[in-house]
T-cell receptor, first 111, second 116 residues
Framework: SQQGEEDPQALSIQEGENATMNCSYK?????LQWYRQNSGRGLVHLIL?????REKHSGRLRVTLDTSKKSSSLLITASRAADTASYFC???????????FGTGTQLKVEL | DVKVTQSSRYLVKRTGEKVFLECVQD?????MFWYRQDPGLGLRLIYF???????EKGDIPEGYSVSREKKERFSLILESASTNQTSMYLC???????????????FGSGTRLTVV
């Protein structure tokens, strides 16, 4: 069953614009993670935000977490063509580390 | 650079064959996972292991088995491959929850398996 659901399913923007992706989940969590997947490759871990954190930054990435709404957002600022990929949120229901992934947001950054 | 290595990027097998997918990690991680990824279905957990010789079923274990004889190696076995097992298979590893090394999963590059 899907724990995380990303929105939108697909997003197309111009280089230099910001991209925002959202994730909703169902049960309580210890942390929420975001991953990127380039076409046909494995997933790459981007950022982990713990349940007691509200916002976290890593380079051009900004992640927020609202545990009362069971939602998170990933913002990529000043996007580049190299950011074109699928982005997944993942959570571990019950606080373990058996991650459940959403179906992802496909981001396309055009020149 | 830390790594999870999957033995094959592409694999073509015949229906009924026994298939071995190998995964090796060099990070001394206790936990290892096998997922399959299909369009529209996302990643689904097949099996995972939290220690040598330990294994637990994930969400879709039917038709699969696993082996973890050494900490660094986690093998996925398709006992009798079928066409509905054509998929992208992803291996991952991580340290346990609360471990100071916890940094999320490290994935391999994936094995695209086609069963004909």
């Amino acid at each position: 069953s899907q724990q995380g659901e990303e929105d939108p399913q697909a997003l197309s923007i111009q280089e230099g614009e910001n991209a925002t992706m959202n994730c909703s989940y169902k049960t309580s969590i210890n942390n929420l993670q975001w991953y990127r997947q380039n076409s046909g490759r494995g997933l790459v871990h981007l950022i982990l935000i713990r349940s007691n954190e509200r916002e976290k930054h890593s380079g051009r990435l900004r992640v927020t977490l609202d545990t009362s709404k069971k939602s998170s957002s990933l913002l990529i600022t000043a996007s580049r063509a190299a950011d074109t990929a699928s982005y997944f949120c993942a959570t571990a229901p019950g606080g373990g580390n058996k991650l459940t992934f959403g179906t992802g947001t496909q981001l396309k950054v055009e020149l | 650079d830390v790594k999870v290595t999957q033995s094959s990027r592409y694999l073509v097998k015949r229906t009924g064959e026994k298939v071995f997918l190998e995964c090796v990690q060099d990070m001394d991680h206790e936990n290892m996972f096998w997922y399959r990824q299909d369009p529209g279905l996302g990643l689904r957990l097949i099996y995972f292991s939290y220690d040598v010789k330990m294994k637990e079923k994930g969400d879709i274990p039917e038709g699969y088995s696993v082996s973890r004889e050494k900490k660094e190696r986690f093998s996925l076995i398709l006992e009798s491959a079928s066409t509905n097992q054509t998929s992208m298979y992803l291996c991952a590893s991580t340290s346990p929850p609360g471990d100071p090394r916890e940094r999320g999963y490290t994935f391999g590059s994936g094995t695209r398996l086609t069963v004909v």
